[in-house]
């Protein structure tokens, strides 16, 4: 089992980048897929991005192909998402979650949730 903390949001004008950790503790990290998602107010939460155990390969979602990126550093425990060209649709609650199976999926069962990072984005 992992725990989760996500850091690194804060308010940033459009066009601004912001990059966003998750730290993690265990000693099993390295054999799980981490994903991001985030929440708007009044809206589901929906999926950003995911990494694969080994940071070998990962998925976006549509909304933020090209504009963010996603990765992992084991060693340190820790996924990052850096996130640029920021739009104020951008603006969310964001959560790192974390999964043995792949893809993340935000219907998982067996998803490990941190307690999110607020990123707000004004015009």
């Known amino acids: 089992q992992v725990q989760l903390v996500e850091s690194g949001g804060g308010l940033v004008q459009a066009g601004g980048s912001l990059r966003l950790s998750c730290a993690a503790s265990?000693?099993?990290?390295?054999?799980?897929?981490v994903g991001w998602f985030r929440q708007a107010p009044g809206k589901e939460r929906e999926f950003v991005a995911a990494?694969?155990?080994?940071?070998?390969?990962?998925s976006y979602g549509d909304s933020v192909r090209g504009r963010f990126t996603i990765s992992r550093d084991n060693m340190k425990k820790m996924v990052y998402l850096q996130t640029n060209s920021l739009k104020p649709e951008d603006t969310s609650v964001y959560y790192c979650?974390?999964?043995?199976?792949?893809?993340?999926?935000?219907?998982?069962?067996?998803?490990?949730w941190g307690q999110g990072t607020q990123v707000t984005v004004s015009s």
């Open positions: 990494i694969g155990w080994s940071g070998g390969f990962a």
């Open positions: 265990g000693n099993t990290f390295s054999l799980y897929h």
């Open positions: 979650a974390a999964d043995r199976s792949w893809p993340v999926a935000i219907t998982s069962t067996t998803l490990t």
